[in-house]
T-cell receptor, first 110, second 113 residues
Framework: SQQGEEDPQALSIQEGENATMNCSYKTSINNLQWYRQNSGRGLVHLILIRSNEREKHSGRLRVTLDTSKKSSSLLITASRAADTASYFCATGAGSYQLTFGKGTKLSVIP | DSGVTQTPKHLITATGQRVTLRCSPRSGDLSVYWYQQSLDQGLQFLIQYYNGEERAKGNILERFSAQQFPDLHSELNLSSLELGDSALYFC????????????FGPGTRLTVL
């Protein structure tokens, strides 16, 4: 069963705009991670935020975590055509494996 | 390049057949995870091995089995294949058994005809 649910399922923006994706989950977590997948390729880790953190930055990425609402958001600023990919949130709890959502498909139009 | 290798890249086979997918984790990683990605089910966790031992089991069918060898490479065996088993199968590795960062291989695309 899926733990994380990304929203929206698909997002289309112009190059240079910001892209925001949301993730909601159901149970307590130790950390939440975001991964990117280019079409048909392996997933690539982007950023990890722990349950005691509220915000984290990495380059053009900004992730927030609200454990009271069991939700997270990923913001990509000044998007580029190369950012076109599917983005997945994944939740981790203790020694259990990561559980992935179904992803948001981002299209950045040049 | 994540450092995780998977073979083969593509596999086309018929219903009822048996196939073996192979994965080599990143150097030094003890944990290997297998995931199945299909259009309708998303990314589903199948099974995890840690240093040769099964650590966690997810939505893995009884027709599927896996093992991790002493050199830490892993194999996923899929038998009595059905059309619905067509999917991308990913292997991932990590340095710990806990839910930290996973490094994914490029995947094996399985097509069952």
């Amino acid at each position: 069963s899926q733990q994380g649910e990304e929203d929206p399922q698909a997002l289309s923006i112009q190059e240079g705009e910001n892209a925001t994706m949301n993730c909601s989950y159901k149970t307590s977590i130790n950390n939440l991670q975001w991964y990117r997948q280019n079409s048909g390729r392996g997933l690539v880790h982007l950023i990890l935020i722990r349950s005691n953190e509220r915000e984290k930055h990495s380059g053009r990425l900004r992730v927030t975590l609200d454990t009271s609402k069991k939700s997270s958001s990923l913001l990509i600023t000044a998007s580029r055509a190369a950012d076109t990919a599917s983005y997945f949130c994944a939740t981790g709890a203790g020694s259990y494996q990561l559980t992935f959502g179904k992803g948001t498909k981002l299209s950045v139009i040049p | 390049d994540s450092g995780v290798t998977q073979t083969p890249k593509h596999l086309i086979t018929a219903t009822g057949q048996r196939v073996t997918l192979r994965c080599s984790p990143r150097s030094g990683d003890l944990s290997v995870y297998w995931y199945q990605q299909s259009l309708d089910q998303g990314l589903q966790f199948l099974i995890q091995y840690y240093n040769g031992e099964e650590r966690a089991k997810g939505n893995i069918l009884e027709r599927f089995s896996a093992q991790q060898f002493p050199d830490l490479h892993s194999e996923l065996n899929l038998s009595s294949l059905e059309l619905g088993d067509s999917a991308l199968y990913f292997c991932a590795s990590s340095g710990t058994s806990g839910s930290e960062v996973l490094f994914f291989g490029p995947g094996t695309r399985l097509t069952v005809l």
